[in-house]
């Protein structure tokens, strides 16, 4: 695992340099506030592992293998590589890293196995997501199995939680700050150095809204036999909304067992 | 102005698919003689007495598809005959046990009075029940509906429109080939729903569905009309949201009107209370006891004495309460129509399978309730939705929330600790399902009906119902047995037809066991997307 991680950050790393090299350096200093991993983890929901064909398309390119493993990856190192290597790898945006060589065996093993991994989130209430997941690769040492949760709705800038997991489970019940949010998740492996290695990617969800929307709207249409159109139409009324879940339906009446 | 409104009561009659010919005692095939016995042979004859009183009505029931393939399938309607004589001779028994005792006896003779009319409507339908329902959906005091096609809870399965699609085409074709005609409407199982959903009712050509109150409530934008008017999702089809009042009243185990202390103990049994040698002729041959259906004393109080019941009390409630019902919807159609410039409508889904059986008195207080609209008043007027939308066909468009009837209003009734290991193991089979669907386009006749069979037992293992019973903690070891059955068998086959080793023998008898959707083509499961792609009509 170690080795797939270090080969990985090789390959960032090579792609960083080219970056620089053709870059003029002239404002490293930029730094934003909060996690800054541009990745906007566009939920996909193609079975095909983005993960795999960037390693190895990255690996090809990655002529030399005996590159100084002590670098600074600046904020903005990721501009240099393929948009492809960003879901596979997240970098933190100031972090120094210790890269020692590499393995292909590992990475080999790696390859075979993570492709049928699988995450899958389930809406359960408007505060609580269900994602469980077949992955494998997830009891490797080189890092901690976590659920990493973004907010792709909370806008640009990755927003995301991680949660510690333990490598035996295959589910988990996610608690959410927001309803009507839709979330995305990976599952994967956080290195010492704050890495996060993507074993699987989810489904986004929308998790329900539980409230009222404040506008009230003004689109009307009109249906007849199949057909709709829009039509023109003032309603004289305004009802608010005032309501409570009534939990009386036939769960309620079943529970007297 | 004219202070009226609207009132549209749903019964939604489901019972998820239980058929064991290999074992004549199993003891979940009594959940649909019960019903008959209990709920639908009681409403066939209300509905009866109306039309014969000349009492002009219009309900909407829902009939999901695992229930019509129950009722019209011919060793079930012959266990029922079986069932029902086994109960006729108890009653028999009970009336010569009871003669010293005029309460009881009397309650006695009722039990089989109900036995020997059940079996006197069911034989007049040839055992069909399902006719006598069209029957009445013909003469327009019905309108019936569909239902997802085994009951598949929809927000669970989103992740697969093509399963999605495949439970309400299913559903659609299995109404049609009993009902000659479209369904206007569709109950969509526990009124679950998802944003996006209903593109795939509309496709479909349906009307309308139903959500609970806070699907309508917190749709998005606001609705002007709350819950009393429908929106028209933005595919076209229209969402009806139930009202919490009227559910309350009649739902409700505290509040509600079942939980009277003059109406029938659901919980006292003679199948529990009798001497043991004297009942064991009719309990399970095993020998553990059961409910029979006779029950002899009223709810009475909180504690567990329990007086005897008196259908003449029970009978006067049921009267007072549906007095009572609808003297709430006069006020609140009075209130409504201060605040609406359109009649309001008043939506009141309930399980069918609540009347009769779970609450004993429902159909005579649907009955009384019916009367007292067409005769006591005008401000109330009966509808159902499609009635409505022929009157109003412009409304509001909004997206509904995601929502559901269940427990807490999500999802958490049928995703949570005690289910949610089904559904990685469902979710497998749904996309090995749909991958073959793709695959296989012009498959031999033995490979075409192990597809077929494929397609059945992953629909049976979708049934909302699994994940409820195991919720509820109910009769879990049945829900679990037939989850896991349903995955063996599917994966069984699956295996067989990726090695084109098709086990003729093992296929005859899964077909024979879980014979439902005989039209069935697994063909409903390819995607749309996929180059084979070629319309089907099953």
Redesign the interface.
Known sequence: MLLLIYSLIAVLVSGVIFYFLWLDRDDPGVKSETNQHEDKAEPD?NKLNYELEAGEELTQFDSDPEFDNNLLVSNYWKHGINHQTENLISIPHDAYINIPALSEELLDDLRDNVCDNKL?L?????TSI?A?W?ASCLELEEGQPTLRVYDLTAGEVDNYFDIEISPTT??WYIEVPHANHEYYAEIGLLTENQLFITLAKS?PV?T?????????????????D?E?E??P?Q??????????????????????? | MKKNGLLSIILHAHLPYVRHPEDKHVLEEEWLHEAITETYIPLIKVFSNLIKDGVNFNLTLSLSPTLISMLTDDLLQKRYLDYLDNLIELSNKELERTKNDPEFHHLAHMYQQNFLDAKRIFQAYDGNLVTAFKNFQDLGVLEIITCSATHGYLPLMKLYPEAVRAQIKLGIKTYQQHFDCQPAGIWIPECGYYPGQDQFLWDEGLRYFFTDSHGILNSNPKPHYANFAPIYCPSGVAAFGRDLESSKQVWSATEGYPGDHDYREFYRDIGYDLDYDYIKPHLHPEGFRKQTGIKYYRITGEGSHKQVYKPRWAKEKAAIHAGNFLFNRQVQAEYLNQQMDRTPIIISPYDAELFGHWWYEGPTWLEFLIRKIAYDQEEIKLITPSQYLDRYPINQVATPSQSSWGAEGYNQVWLNRTNDWIYPKLHRITEQMINLANRVTNPEQLEKRALNQLARELLLAQSSDWAFILKTDTMTEYANRRLNQHFKNFEKLYKQIQQNKIDQNYLNQLESKNNLFSKLDYQIYQSNKNANYKEVSI
């Open positions: 929901l899958a389930l809406t359960q209430s408007p269900h469980y077949d295959d589910n489904n929308l329900p809204t539980d409230q009222p929307e404040f506008e009230y709207g003004d689109l009307w249409m009109k249906v007849v199949q709709k829009y039509v139409y309603p004289d009324a305004s009802l608010e909304s005032e309501h409570e879940i009534s939990n009386t339906s036939s769960s309620t009446l079943f529970k007297k067992n």
